[in-house]
């Protein structure tokens, strides 16, 4: 079993919709990670959250400590934000295995 | 401020021979990370190194190595290379970074990464 759950694994979207991506963990954290990773293999970090309820723009990442469960949204949806998502959760940064998002114009 | 640069951006080396990667972090620092990402086995941490010292280690062969120096830019090395070392090679630097439960706790910056070829 995975230490960190990611899903869905591939998303299509079309410019403008809601999206979810949703990460389940099992290790004990002190913070759970979102990167965005786009071709080329760059990592950005989008956000560290512990607790609550973090908003970044078009961008809002979730948590539930006790259910072990984050999500991360994306409001109104562009092609820009076409990239894969990986949440990593642990002391030793245990990594979902990505969700590849394509938005469509 | 200048981000994480990691050297170099792309190498290809032989089966047998070994492969010295490097991470200059953000300045002020103290904290480099290193992870290897495959199609595969996706993003696995590698180790982390705080004031030169290594602080954490993943589930790697002793193959895989590295170092901190002083100024706190942090060196990986591969030696033997096999075929499957093939990969995406990141290191992400931090403020404080991991240790003692520590980790997690500061963002992460990470570099463009060294993409390994091993033929």
């Known amino acids: 079993k995975n230490e960190v759950e990611q899903s869905p694994q591939n998303l299509t979207a079309q410019e403008g919709e809601f999206i979810t991506i949703n990460c389940s963990y099992s290790?004990?954290?002190?913070?759970l990670h979102w990167l965005q990773q786009h071709p080329g293999g760059g990592i950005v970090s989008l956000f560290m959250?512990?607790?609550g309820k973090k908003k970044h723009g078009r961008l809002i990442a979730t948590i539930n400590i006790q259910e072990k469960h984050s999500s991360l949204h994306i409001t109104a949806s562009h092609p820009r934000d076409s990239a894969v998502y990986i949440c990593a959760a642990g002391n030793q940064f245990y990594f979902g295995t990505g969700t590849s998002l394509t938005v469509i114009p | 401020k200048a981000g994480v640069t990691q050297t170099p951006r792309y190498l290809i080396k032989t089966r047998g021979q070994q492969v010295t990667l490097s991470c200059s972090p953000i300045?002020?620092?103290?904290?480099v990370s290193w992870y290897q990402q495959t199609p595969g086995q996706g993003l696995q941490f590698l180790f982390e190194y705080f004031s030169e010292t290594q602080r954490n280690k993943g589930n790697f062969p002793g193959r895989f190595s590295g170092r901190q120096f002083s100024n706190s830019r942090s060196e990986m090395n591969v030696s033997t290379l096999e075929l499957g070392d093939s990969a995406l090679y990141l290191c992400?630097?931090?403020?404080?970074?991991?240790?003692?439960?520590?980790?997690?706790?500061?963002?992460?910056?990470f570099g463009q990464g060294t993409r390994l070829t091993v033929v």
């Open positions: 959250l512990s607790s």
């Open positions: 300045s002020g620092h103290r904290s």
């Open positions: 290790v004990g954290i002190s913070a």
């Open positions: 992400a630097s931090s403020l404080v970074g991991g240790g003692r439960g520590k980790m997690g706790r500061t963002e992460a910056f």
